[in-house]
């Protein structure tokens, strides 16, 4: 130590190590200072590591929500169909299980018809005067007229495909003299037949060889009509070959080219199982968020980083908060028997562990399908998180846990603010060894100062004691 240097130099009559002496003390002035200020430093840091782990929790959960949000994620449905050639068939969640016996008697199809021959795509056809086509569907006049500006078998196509009004035209070539055919095509059903006739400004026929008579004349390539089927002996009449509303939750799909007379056996049975999972992906998603805010709040945990940051912060209660309120508070979209999801097993016991009883769930997936799927999800799919109609259970939660995490949100804030700190604590520090660097210049100084004095001491004791003995020992002889 510098104290028993000085004793030891002092008695000894040598210098004293000034430099070692000023070192310690300025060592023993900024060790707890600094120590201080270290500790606020940790404690900020494992605060932000805290905020860290309650936003990765939270990002879990979101993910096993986002598993239930939509209505195509209670997709189930396993279909078994026996000419899936000709019949397809697209089913949604709501769909019921059942087995249906279908035959085609007739496929839906569209008029088409051709105009007379031209020479070319480009023949005028009106003296290079625009003209009108005159619509009518299923003997109802379309209005306006169709405006044909470029008076050509070219322009009206392009007139008839700008127009919109549920046809489609096409140039094709055949052969002879005038290969050059219009042909029209309208939409399927028997209501959508078609004529289409030249007129001019006044309404008056122009006949310009590419009128589009009633059905019966020798341009119509193809009669519009009906879909016909039975479905289950029951007679069916739809005017396309896209039938959605004979079975709740199914469409049924005819090929054009289906042959008159196929029958289709569909079977759809529901598999619940992926759905039971996504449920368990939820319930282990929160129990980890629990384990995780009991190891940030707990004073004596021994986990590294982040145990006990968080103890007493106001914060994480109150995202615990609202996290249960998730699933406790009843759907925004409930069903008849199923409106929360204590209804489908989902409970809290008298410690607050989430228990999930799957049973419950299985026999609600059975019996009331179409509620559970509501309560979850509100019948809706990709709704947008900044949306404020009602989302269901995981529609809603979704939404509520994205705006938590958000740049904007009270996590990242209380993260900020922690961050800040630390930033100020540094600043601290630095300005802490500034102030010691200056100490020890100074106790370098005055230690420098005071061995001066001491040297000096000792130099004249030297010399006193030098002239004693001289003197001693001239009085001597």
Partial sequence: MATSNIVNTLGAGSGIDTKTLAKDLMEATREPRKAIIEEKISKSEARISGYGVIKYSLGELKTAFEGLND?????????????????????????????????????????????????KINTKLNGGQGFNLALAINGTPSL??????????????????????????????????TPWRIVVTGQEGANNAFTLN?????????????????????????????????????????????????????????????????????????DTSGITTKVENLVTAYKS???????????????????????????MQNIRTQVRAMLTTPSSTPGTKVTAPRDIGLSFDRYGVLQFDKAKLSTHLQNNFEDVTK?????????????????????????????????????????????????????????????????????TRQFSAMESIVGSSISMRESLKGTFEGLANFYKK
Wanted: no cysteine.
């Fill in 71 to 119: 209505l195509s994620d209670f997709s189930s449905l396993q279909t078994a169909n026996t000419q899936p050639s000709a019949l397809s068939i697209v089913t949604s969640p709501t769909a019921a299980v059942g087995s249906y016996q279908i035959e085609v008697t007739q496929v839906a199809q569209a008029q088409r018809s051709a105009s007379n021959g031209f020479e």
């Fill in 144 to 177: 306006p007229p169709i405006d044909v500006e470029d008076d050509t078998p070219e322009g009206v196509v392009s007139a008839i495909n700008a127009a919109k009004r549920g046809l489609s035209a096409q140039l094709i070539q055949t052969s002879g003299s």
């Fill in 198 to 270: 030249s007129v001019d400004d006044g309404g008056n026929t122009l006949n310009l060889n590419l009128d589009l008579n009633k059905p019966g004349v020798l341009n119509q390539l193809q009669t519009a009509q009906n879909a016909k089927l039975t479905v289950n002996s029951l007679p069916i009449e739809r005017s396309s070959n896209t039938v959605s509303d004979v079975v709740n939750g199914v469409t049924f799909n005819i090929a054009t080219t289906t042959t008159v007379g196929v029958n289709a056996r569909i079977d759809l049975t529901r």
């Fill in 289 to 315: 968020f629990e384990e995780n805010l009991v190891i940030l709040g707990d004073r004596d945990s021994e986990v590294d980083e982040f145990g006990g940051s968080l103890a007493g912060d106001t914060l």
């Fill in 375 to 443: 309560m979850f999800s509100a019948n809706t799919n990709n709704k947008s998180v900044f949306s404020t109609t009602p989302g269901g259970v995981a529609g809603d939660a979704v939404s509520k846990l994205d705006k938590m995490m958000r740049s904007t949100g009270s996590i990242a804030q209380q993260t900020n603010n922690a961050t800040k700190q630390v930033e100020r604590f540094k600043t601290e520090l630095l300005r802490l060894e500034d102030q010691m660097k200056k100490l020890l210049e100074r106790y």
